[in-house]
C-alpha cells in the first residue's frame, strides 16, 4: 500500500501513510510505552521490530509533524498465511483525542492488513481501550495479560470469504427451488449424471465482461471449467458444444480460437454448437464424459479429512491479479490430461472442482451438500508464492479439486496434494491457525440447496 490515506477528522489535517523511516516513531513509542505509562523499562522494542515484513504506518500533520503511528505485519515466522497483527499504536500526547488520530491510524491498519491478504487480524490492546476498539467494529475474544497490566486479545472481522460466497453462490438455493439439478445424491453437484446412461453433463458460461476484453482467454477456459466439472465426478470427457455470441466475426473468431486451442490440449473434440454475429459478446459451453459410478461431491462424512490437489505452476493471469490463477495455458497436453484423471483414479467419498467461489467457498460447498460443517487448515494449504492468502483462499486457481473421505493413491501429474483440513458436524466453514485458533470462514451454508441425499 503506497498511497496515502486522507484522514478528514477535524483541522489540523493529517495523512496517514507508511513511514519512510521508523526513527520518529520508534521516539515516540519510548515516550508513551516506556516514560509515560511505564509499560516496559528502557525500551518497548521486541522481535517483531527486527521482522523486516513489518510495516509502520505514521500520521503527519500537513506541515510533516509525527502525530502518531501503529505497526503491522504477519504474526507468525516463515511464509505469510495470511495472520497479521498490529501493535506499538500511540500517539503524541498534545494532540489525542479532538483529532482522532488513534482510531483514525487503527482502520489505516485494519486497511492495509486486508490489502495485503490477511484472514486473521489482531491486536492485544490495554483493556481500557477495548470500548474504543469495539466501536471501530473489533470484537473481544479474551482477556490477557501484557507487562503484568490487563490487556485485552481483540480480533477485527474480516469478511472476505462470506463475501465473495454472498455474490456468487448464496441465492443459487431459491433460484433453483424445484428444479433440484444433479438429480438424487447430486444435487448441486459439478456435473449431471444422465438418467439411464454412463454419461455426465457439465455447462458453464463465461462472464460476459472477460469475452469482450479476453476472448482467447474466454475461450480457453470454457473449456477448462467444464472438464474440470466432469474430471470432479471422476468422468472422462468425450466432447464439447458451445454457444458464442459475438459483435462481428473478428471477435467470434478470437473466441473460437482459444476453444479449439484448449479443445486440443485436453483432447477433447468440439461436437458442435452455434455462432451468433451481431450481438454482445457472450459464450456457454457443455461438456459430456463418461463414467460408470460418479464421485459425488455431497458424499463426505463429519470425520472425513480433507485434501486439496492443485497446480501451482504459473501466475496470475494478466489483468485478473488476485483472481485469476492460470497454470492450464502453459502446461502440455499430457499434463493437463494427467491432471484430469486424478479423482477418476482415487475414486474418493466426495469430490468438488474449486470454482469462483474459491477454495474456502467451494468446500463450504461441498460440506453443505455432505450434510455437515468444514475446518480448513490455512497453513497446510498448498499456495504458490506468489499469491497472498486472501487472494489464493478466493481465487479461481485453474486446477484445483477438493476431495474428502477414503480414496486410492493417485497420481496428479504437476499437481500437488495435500491434507489441509477435515469436514466436521454442523454447517459452514471455519479456519484453523497454527495456534489452534478456529476463526468463521462461512456461518452455515453456501448455497442454501442444502445435502444432496
Not at 501451482?312 to 499434463?335: M, V
Request: net charge neutral; charged share 20%.
Amino acid at each position: 500500500m503506497t498511497d496515502l490515506v486522507p484522514a478528514l477528522l477535524g483541522a489540523p489535517r493529517f495523512l496517514i501513510g507508511p513511514a519512510g523511516s521508523v526513527r520518529e516513531y520508534h521516539r515516540l513509542r519510548a515516550r508513551v510505552f516506556v516514560d509515560e505509562q511505564q509499560l516496559f523499562a528502557g525500551t518497548d522494542r521486541d522481535d517483531r521490530d527486527d521482522d523486516p515484513r513489518t510495516v509502520v504506518l505514521e500520521a503527519r500533520s500537513a506541515g510533516g509533524e509525527l502525530l502518531g503511528g501503529v505497526r503491522v505485519g504477519p504474526a507468525t515466522d516463515g511464509p505469510d498465511i495470511g495472520w497479521w497483527v498490529g501493535g506499538r499504536l500511540a500517539v503524541e500526547e498534545s494532540v489525542r483525542g479532538a483529532q482522532r488520530i488513534g482510531p483514525a491510524l487503527v482502520r489505516a491498519a485494519c486497511a492495509y492488513a486486508e490489502q495485503a491478504g490477511a484472514l486473521r487480524f489482531d491486536a492485544t490492546v490495554q483493556a481500557r481501550w477495548q470500548r474504543m476498539f469495539e466501536r471501530l467494529g473489533w470484537r473481544a475474544v479474551r482477556p490477557v495479560t501484557v507487562a503484568d497490566r490487563p490487556h485485552v486479545l481483540m480480533r477485527w472481522p474480516i469478511g472476505r470469504i462470506a463475501a465473495l460466497v454472498a455474490a456468487t453462490k448464496r441465492p443459487l438455493g431459491g433460484l433453483l427451488a424445484g428444479l433440484a439439478p444433479g438429480g438424487p445424491g447430486y444435487l448441486g453437484d459439478d456435473g449431471a449424471p444422465v438418467p439411464g446412461s454412463d454419461l455426465v453433463a457439465a455447462c458453464d458460461a463465461i462472464l460476459p465482461s472477460m469475452v469482450e476484453r479476453d476472448p482467447d482467454w474466454a475461450g480457453w477456459c470454457a473449456v477448462l471449467v467444464n472438464v474440470n466439472d466432469l474430471a470432479a465426478m471422476g468422468a472422462t470427457p468425450v466432447g464439447l458444444l458451445n454457444a458464442v455470441g459475438a459483435r462481428d466475426a473478428a471477435a467470434a473468431a478470437r473466441i473460437l480460437g482459444g476453444l479449439r486451442r484448449a479443445a486440443a490440449a485436453y483432447g477433447v473434440p468440439i461436437l458442435g454448437g452455434h455462432t451468433q454475429l451481431g450481438v454482445p459478446a457472450a459464450l456457454s459451453a457443455t461438456a459430456l464424459g463418461r463414467a460408470e459410478r460418479p464421485v459425488p461431491g455431497g458424499g463426505g462424512r463429519p470425520g472425513h479429512p480433507v485434501r486439496l490437489t492443485v497446480d501451482l505452476g504459473g501466475g496470475w493471469r494478466p489483468g485478473y491479479h488476485g483472481r485469476q490463477w492460470d497454470s492450464t495455458s502453459r502446461r502440455s497436453a499430457a499434463e493437463l490430461r494427467a491432471m484430469l484423471g486424478h479423482v477418476a483414479a482415487g475414486r474418493p467419498a466426495a469430490a468438488k472442482d474449486v470454482s469462483m467461489a474459491g477454495i474456502a467457498g467451494t468446500l463450504g460447498m461441498l460440506a453443505e451438500a455432505s450434510g455437515c460443517g468444514a475446518v480448513l487448515d490455512v497453513a497446510a494449504v498448498p499456495r504458490p508464492s506468489g499469491a497472498t492468502a486472501g487472494d489464493w483462499l478466493t481465487c479461481f486457481p485453474g486446477y484445483a479439486m477438493l476431495t474428502a473421505g477414503p480414496a486410492r493413491p493417485a497420481q496428479a501429474g504437476p499437481a500437488v496434494t495435500a491434507e489441509c483440513g477435515a469436514l466436521v458436524a454442523g454447517a459452514g466453514v471455519r479456519l484453523r491457525w497454527p495456534d489452534g485458533e478456529l476463526t468463521d470462514a462461512i456461518d452455515g451454508g453456501v448455497t442454501g440447496m442444502g445435502a444432496a441425499a
